[in-house]
């Protein structure tokens, strides 16, 4: 089975600008997770989807927005870039409660 | 006081030792457990999950949940260079209606050859 799937694996952007990231569950899971991690910062949670709805919300400002399609890809996007937001983000499906992570989009904002 | 906790470490065993990772949690009746790894620039990978109180093992990893205690650890037996990572407990804990990963912050394992 294919593991979860995430594109651009690597995105430079200028401050002011937006981004969109996408992600593909492993196949017949329903929940998909958001993460920002930043050096010393740990995994900081965004949000969680759950069959289209937002089941979870962290505490990350209005710019980090989110949705999910019928076939469980989701994507979230960022917009008027700051500095802070270069991180690697990362999003996890699930099924259940175990996660399982994709290899991370790396965001460089200049 | 942190929902998670863990030691920052780092935590430096040589080859071949027992390293032990330790995690608190302050949610009560949280039910499931979970060990990532995380190599430095990749993403974190499952280990193991935990759900009962005791021990649970898989190959040189043993995991130990006692709830009572609201603490659950990481045994790595016979520590190789390889496993040189930092290690992220995560709990299923109650948020409002429904339950969410709460992440410590991670403990960096180095070992030593």
């Known amino acids: 089975k294919a593991g979860v799937t995430q594109t651009p694996r690597y995105l430079i952007k200028t401050r002011g600008q937006q981004v969109t990231l996408s992600c593909s569950p492993i196949s017949g899971h329903r929940s998909v997770s958001w993460y920002q991690q930043t050096p010393g910062q740990g995994l900081q949670f965004l949000f969680e989807y759950f069959s289209e709805t937002q089941r979870n919300k962290g505490n990350f400002p209005g710019r980090f927005s989110g949705r999910q399609f019928s076939n469980s890809r989701s994507e979230m996007n960022v917009s008027t870039l700051e500095l802070g937001d270069s991180a690697l983000y990362l999003c996890a499906s699930s099924r259940g409660d175990t996660q399982y992570f994709g290899p991370g989009t790396r965001l460089t904002v200049l | 006081q942190k929902e998670v906790e863990q030691n920052s470490g780092p935590l430096s065993v040589p080859e071949g030792a027992i390293a032990s990772l330790n995690c608190t949690y302050s949610?009560?009746?949280?039910?499931?457990f979970f060990w990532y790894r995380q190599y430095s620039g990749k993403s974190p990978e499952l280990i193991m999950s935990i759900y009962s109180n005791g021990d649970k093992e898989d190959g040189r990893f043993t995991a130990q949940l006692n709830k009572a205690s609201q603490y659950v650890s990481l045994l790595i037996r016979d520590s190789q260079p390889s496993d040189s990572a930092t290690y992220l407990c995560a709990v299923n804990m109650r948020a409002g209606n429904n339950r969410k990963l709460i992440w410590g912050l991670g403990t960096s394992l180095a070992v030593n050859p």
């Open positions: 949610d009560r009746v949280s039910q499931s």
